[in-house]
Nanobody, 123 residues
C-alpha cells in the first residue's frame, strides 16, 4: 500500500550516532502507527521502536532503550530513528513499517514495509 523508503544508514564506529529517515509516499501516514524493525544476517526480524499514530506514545525494545529515539513529522510524511551510542550488535538492516491506527500494534499488525537501510557498527 503506502510506499516507504528508508535512508540514513551507513558504516560507523561504536559509540557513534546515526539518524535514519523513513519517507512515505502514496498516501499520508498520519493515521498509521509506525515502527522500526531490524534484521541481522542469520537472525529473525526484531522490533526496535514504535510510535503511535498520533505520536503521543513511543515504545522500544529493551536492547535500545535509552539509546534510540523514534519520532515522526507528519507534515513531511516521515518517521525518524535517532540512534545514539551505537554498538556492534546494532548492526542490521533497518526497516520501517506502517501499522493500523492504534497506539501500540503488535508486530504482526504492521503491513507496509520499506526495503531497509543498512547500519553497520564496527568495534
Amino acid at each position: 500500500q503506502v510506499q516507504l523508503v528508508e535512508s540514513g544508514g551507513g558504516l560507523v564506529q561504536a559509540g557513534d550516532s546515526l539518524r535514519l529517515s523513513c519517507a512515505a509516499s502514496g498516501r499520508t501516514i498520519s493515521s498509521n502507527a509506525m515502527a522500526w524493525f531490524r534484521q541481522a544476517p542469520g537472525k529473525e526480524r526484531e522490533f526496535v521502536a514504535g510510535i503511535s499514530w498520533g505520536g503521543a506514545s513511543t515504545y522500544y525494545a529493551n536492547s535500545v532503550k535509552g539509546r534510540f529515539t523514534i519520532s515522526r513529522d507528519n507534515t513531511k510524511n516521515t518517521v525518524y530513528l535517532q540512534m545514539n551510542t551505537l554498538k556492534p550488535e546494532d548492526t542490521a538492516l533497518y526497516s520501517c513499517a506502517a501499522g493500523p491506527r492504534t497506539t501500540r500494534p503488535a508486530p504482526n499488525e504492521y503491513t507496509s514495509w520499506g526495503r531497509g537501510t543498512q547500519v553497520t557498527v564496527s568495534s
